[in-house]
């Protein structure tokens, strides 16, 4: 294996996968961190890399950055709650600054990803699974990078020296290196399924993305983007070949159980970062707060034998919500208790999934707990607020960055819930990165830029696995695959990159009437900024 030398605080974290967040630095002889990575087994050398990214997906980082700045999502101000030092009042009207904390610690954890991922690459043989794993996982943190910031802080693959100032790569220049590294460890990368480990279709996923945003990448603050033919031709080969695999398959039945505890390995999904209730090498426990967080105080729901709360924050904005069929589109809501009084079954409630609209109803309670029948029945009851104001959760559609109380503003209960602790930091659910519909619609957009294919059976074949034939459309412009691509990806890391690329980022929506182009891109932090020679603070800030 190659060697170069590490203090033992870097050692630890990349041995113990960031499990903790106490790890105090502590130089001692640096033959010994050596010495004990050189003999760690390929996993354990991968893992950090792996598990980091839990970090860049958390709810309040890539996620806070791609949902609560555009206009799928807010979180709102509600009396003297979620102010958060007007952290998410930033990110709605684009009025962040190089100081905010989201965009700092994401950025922060996304060159820890970059900096496990180069020491696995340093020490891992070269051919193998995990050496090709590791290089897939740095061009992935590079990827993240590249979208949010503009900017890739990277040192290589080969003799690498962390002694050494990195190169920062840009534009084209950041993607021919990502896809150069990808495809030069594309042989030695798992075909088939494994939805939590890089394979060989999850590198050509993020190599299409890639080449679909390529002119964005290009040109951060351009008007009018101009798309390549080659490039959407890439788009359409890679995606293709993806498509043709025959390792996945587009979700029939229940779209939501993509979103389930149990969706390791889900037909649809391609790759995601694994998320377990107990530790694991790769993997662990990580938020479910994406759901949590859009959830009303007084909505009980079973954990484990158990009971919890949502937070009461995150919410759907009025106009995004208006571009669905809430009555014909299965991916708008899904009823799993009647939402009216009445009484069922304990062993039957499962929280409804989806958009929480009007007056909710669940389990009544009292003092916080559930009643529960000597029949082992409960009785569903119109939802209170009960650690708020106790007014009712009527979540109306219309809503404002500074909410008039705890109601308003429609929840969306996309991802299960399961947790362990009152922390609801515990979790089977894994993230989803890459899935089967991205592909189809990502094919569908690229035959339309280049105006040849048949954009309308790809936009038609996610359609018609969501809602049956009935549920086909007749034509297919680029406004279909937008508003498609907001129909099955919601609070899936999406949207602040969809907008950019279709131009409507500068648009206004509820209390967000910013257009600079500036903020297409986060600014760098301070701390990064002062000390990587290369590192330019971005245009605007």
């Avoid at 990214?53 to 949902?67: D, E, I, K, N, S």
């Avoid at 979103?259 to 990580?286: C, L, M, Q, Y």
């Amino acid at each position: 294996m190659k060697k170069h030398s590490i203090i033992l605080s870097l050692m630890m974290v990349l041995l113990l996968g960031f499990q903790s967040c106490d790890i105090e630095e502590e130089i001692i002889d640096e033959a010994l961190g050596e010495e004990l990575l050189t003999n760690a087994d390929a996993l354990s050398l991968l893992a950090p890399a792996y598990n980091n990214m839990r970090r860049v997906y958390g709810h309040r980082w890539f996620f806070a950055l791609q949902t609560f700045s555009s206009d799928e999502g807010m979180l709102p101000t509600r009396g003297s709650d979620w102010f958060d030092g007007g952290v998410f009042q930033e990110l709605h009207t684009h009025n962040w600054t190089p100081t905010h904390r989201y965009t700092t610690e994401t950025f922060e954890h996304i060159t820890a990803g970059l900096a496990t991922s180069s020491q696995a690459i340093s020490f891992l043989n070269e051919g193998t699974q995990e050496y090709a794993e590791a290089v897939a996982l740095l061009s992935h943190f590079m990827w993240v990078a590249l979208d949010a910031y503009g900017q890739v802080p990277y040192r290589g693959i080969t003799d690498i020296n962390f002694n050494d100032d990195p190169q920062i790569l840009t534009g084209s220049e950041a993607i021919a290196t990502i896809v150069t590294n990808l495809e030069s460890v594309m042989p030695s990368l798992p075909t088939g399924k494994n939805t939590v480990r890089y394979t060989q279709d999850a590198a050509k996923s993020l190599m299409a993305r890639m080449y679909l945003n390529k002119v964005v990448y290009e040109d951060r603050y351009g008007s009018n983007y101009s798309f390549s033919n080659e490039d959407m031709q890439r788009v359409i080969d890679l995606t293709t070949e993806v498509i043709n695999s025959g390792s996945h398959a587009l979700e029939t039945n229940d779209y939501f159980s993509m979103f389930d505890p149990d969706n390791e390995n889900h037909p649809e999904i391609i790759w995601a970062v694994k998320n377990e209730k107990t530790s694991v090498r790769i993997g662990g426990r990580s938020v479910s707060r994406n759901t949590t967080n859009g959830l009303s105080r007084g909505l009980l729901y079973k954990v484990d034998g158990g009971w919890e709360e949502g937070s009461d924050a995150g919410c759907a904005l009025p106009g995004f919500l208006d571009t669905f069929d809430p009555v014909n589109d299965p991916r708008y809501f899904k009823e799993n208790y009647p939402n009216e009084e009445g009484t069922i079954a304990l062993a039957d409630y499962e929280i409804n999934r989806g958009f929480l609209e009007g007056q909710l109803y669940g389990i009544k309670t009292e003092d916080g707990s559930p009643v529960i029948n000597e029949d082992q029945t409960v009785d569903i009851v119109p939802v209170q607020l009960f650690t708020r104001d106790f007014t009712l959760a009527n979540h109306t559609r219309q809503v404002s960055l500074i909410a008039e109380n705890q109601s308003v503003g429609v929840r969306v209960s996309k991802w299960s819930i399961e947790d362990l602790g009152a922390n609801r930091d515990d979790t089977g659910v894994d993230i989803v990165v890459f899935r089967l519909a991205d592909l189809y619609l990502m094919r569908a957009e690229a035959q339309l830029r280049l105006g040849s294919g048949d954009a309308l059976s790809d936009i038609n074949a996610v359609r018609v696995a969501r809602g049956g034939s009935d549920f086909a459309k007749g034509n297919a412009t680029l406004e279909d695959v937008y508003l498609e691509r907001g129909f099955d990806f919601y609070w899936e890391y999406h949207r602040r990159t969809d907008q950019i690329r279709f131009e409507k980022w500068e648009d206004s929506w509820v209390d967000k009437t910013d257009s600079d182009p500036n903020k297409r891109v986060f600014p760098i932090p301070p701390g990064p900024l002062a000390q990587t020679p290369g590192l330019v603070q971005n245009p605007g800030y």
